[in-house]
């Protein structure tokens, strides 16, 4: 077997205690509803975000928000990341929201967001947002 790179390496590295499951985010946002589970979602963006479809499974304006209810009661660290959209920011106006400016598709510069709860934001930012 040959010489491994470098960069495989780290990333098998850090994946190495990583768990990957192919199950519907609801369900298991309920089964990790932990403090100490840090969600990182990142769900299709909401259709009116975007110029095109990308994916099998897209969601409705009803699925995202049903995904930020249960995101919202999540007793743990929440990092959620989308473009700016009204959903997202009424029902997210108490979580902290950062912008980052990025490359969508076709190389289109975009403004995405990263939303946080407190929990998140107090171990990323040390903020308080309460």
Not at 94 to 110: Q, V, Y
């Amino acid at each position: 077997m040959g010489h491994l790179p470098e960069q495989i390496i780290h990333v098998a590295t850090r994946l190495k205690n990583a768990q990957i499951e192919n199950q519907p985010a609801l369900k298991l946002i309920e089964r990790y509803k932990h403090p100490d589970v840090l969600i990182y979602a990142d769900p299709p963006y909401p259709l009116s975000t975007r110029s095109c479809t990308f994916y099998a499974y897209e969601m409705t304006n009803e699925d995202h928000v049903k995904l930020l209810e249960a995101l919202d009661q999540h007793p743990g660290p929440v990092l959620l990341s989308g473009y700016d959209n009204p959903i997202y920011n009424e029902r997210l106006a108490h979580w902290e929201r950062r912008t980052i400016r990025t490359l969508a598709e076709g190389g289109r510069a975009r403004q995405e967001v990263l939303w946080l709860n407190e929990k998140a934001a107090r171990q990323v930012f040390g903020l308080r947002l309460f």
